[in-house]
């Protein structure tokens, strides 16, 4: 019966055979190295002017010359960031679709007021509004004997069709 090694031996093993090979293969191979000579202006944020018959590119607030790689750079930053916000704001839609459908299917009957007119009562005078009739997006009226402003409200005129085409 032959003994395993352990797991710390595997990886010491792992760190000789490492030690062994080029060093710069353990490297990434792209560095990103900061620029000393800070302008103090941010050319990412203010855009690129492209001068195609010197094929040279400017910064268009400073005016000061940037290398095409880092425009086209910045070009693909933005681009991305673009694609993400586009793609965050449709997983946003969908997700408020989603929860207006189950909203839907937990209460069926709940109808949005589209609009709303003063019922009055002219024998009255200090207060002549005794009430609002609502009209809901399904098109049936509701009467409403408070002045609270409502968005959202059951309608029992659906709900009963719907109880009686159950029959």
Known sequence: MTKRASPVVAVTQTQIVKARLDPRLNEPYFSVIKDAGFSGCQHAQHGVKLDKTKQRAYCKKCGEEIALFDALWNYHHAEERLVGTLQQMQKMRDDEAARKQRERERRPFVREVVGRVA???????????????????????????????????????????????KR
């Open 119 to 165: 019922r009055k009562d002219m024998t009255l005078k200090a207060e002549p509004i005794i009430g609002y009739v609502n009209e809901l997006e399904c098109g049936h009226k509701q009467q409403q004997n408070s002045d609270r402003h409502l968005s959202r409200v059951t309608c029992h005129e659906c709900k009963n069709a719907a109880a009686k085409a």
